[in-house]
């Protein structure tokens, strides 16, 4: 079943965070991925690479969002990457 890899796949990648909870939101109309490490977050500085902002509190690393995230899922299934 195509959903239990995907579900083990995500399973193993949360697992070499290192972190004991996540909690993940999407705007479907965005298309915008949330993935917040604590709740709240309290960011105190953010960096952006590509399509991919990373949330900091200090220097612990609290969240991430991820713009265009269906499109990025879809090339990470075929393998191509973004230019």
């Known amino acids: 079943m195509a959903e239990a890899a ?6 193993a990648s949360f697992l ?12 479907e109309e965005a298309d915008v991925l949330y993935v917040s490490f604590r709740r709240p977050q309290k960011a105190t500085d953010s960096r ?9 509190r200090d220097e612990e690393l609290v969240g991430v969002t991820i713009l ?8 990470g299934e075929t393998g191509s990457q973004q230019p």
Do not use: N, P
């Open 48 to 56: 952006m690479e590509g399509d991919v902002i990373y949330h900091y």
């Open 68 to 75: 265009h995230a269906s499109e990025i899922c879809r090339q």
């Open 16 to 27: 070499k965070l290192g972190v004991k909870k996540q909690w993940l939101d999407y705007d």
């Open 6 to 11: 995907a579900i083990l796949e995500s399973a």
